[in-house]
């Protein structure tokens, strides 16, 4: 029904930046029925992160540690969501997978992997020393 495509990963050294992108496809009314968009990371051996989120009110949220650096914002007229790394640290380094979901975005369960029901396959970001 709706499929969920990022770009944009890469390799960028330490205080560098990225922007990534997330393109929807598919039924065009269940798309414009998605309340909550989020990115999520996964570094090696570690569990997903919430990174950020932003709900139809354009209301966001993000990681404690990613905050101030990181910038999530969409284009719904192109169905893209995208999020803007800046200052970079080797820390950032993961797959960095976006979501949706038709529920609105709340602050208990914005950065849950279970709240989402449609994911992206991943973008790799590597962030070097």
């Known amino acids: 029904q709706v499929q969920l495509v990022e770009s944009g990963g890469g390799s960028v050294q330490a205080g560098g930046s990225l922007r990534l992108s997330c393109e929807a496809y598919g039924v065009t009314y269940i798309i414009n029925n998605l309340d909550c968009w989020g990115w999520f990371r996964q570094a090696p051996e570690k569990e997903h992160e919430g990174v950020a989120s932003i709900d139809i009110d354009v209301k966001s949220r993000y990681a404690n540690s990613v905050k101030g650096r990181f910038t999530i914002s969409q284009d719904m007229a192109r169905n893209t969501l995208y999020l803007q790394m800046d200052s970079m640290e080797p820390e950032d380094t993961a797959m960095y997978y976006c979501?949706?979901?038709?529920?609105?975005?709340?602050?208990?369960?914005?950065?849950?992997?279970?709240?989402?029901?449609?994911w992206g396959q991943g973008t790799l970001v590597t962030v070097s020393s």
């Open positions: 979501a949706a979901d038709p529920f609105k975005c709340d602050q208990a369960s914005w950065g849950n992997v279970g709240r989402y029901k449609y």
